[in-house]
């Protein structure tokens, strides 16, 4: 128990140096420096518009919504949460959704990443909404990740935007 409680403090603390702005790279393993390499890697690709972080997911990951949003729940394997949530979400924006980082962090497996996402809405209205993502990896790909946003933004948008024209 003490051991669990001393690794979620040092991730509670990484977790606010990454909100105050830290990209901590000191000690970083070769494991750490990879799997924040390919993450870093993705969202770039990302913001430049060709790719993205879900091209990490292995086939068999999970992917957790947390929050009280009717999407909040963990769904089991890629296309299961890209069938569900990504395709339909991407269906009510005009323009994709565009990251900006704010902070990358590395601990063992895990990588946190804090930023921002921006985009236009099929309404004409703008989207913006700020995410932290857990992703757990494994032989470079993300096996399980935790995602945290603000879930009413995000069903506003759901709701006054359909999916289809």
Sequence with gaps: MQALCAVMNRRFLLSLAILFGGTAMAGTSALEAKNRSLVQASFDRWKNGAGGPFEL???????????????????????????????????????????TVRGLYADGEMVIILFDGSASAKDGQPYRNTYTWYFRMRDGKAVEVVAFFDTKVFDELWTRVPAKP
């Excluded at 999407?71 to 924006?93: C, H, M, W």
């Design 57 to 99: 997911l292995a086939p068999e990951a999970e992917w957790t919504i947390v929050g009280s949003s009717p999407l909040s729940k963990t769904y089991r394997g890629r296309q299961e949460f890209l069938d569900e949530v990504i395709g339909p979400f991407n269906a009510r924006l005009e323009r994709p959704l565009v990251p």
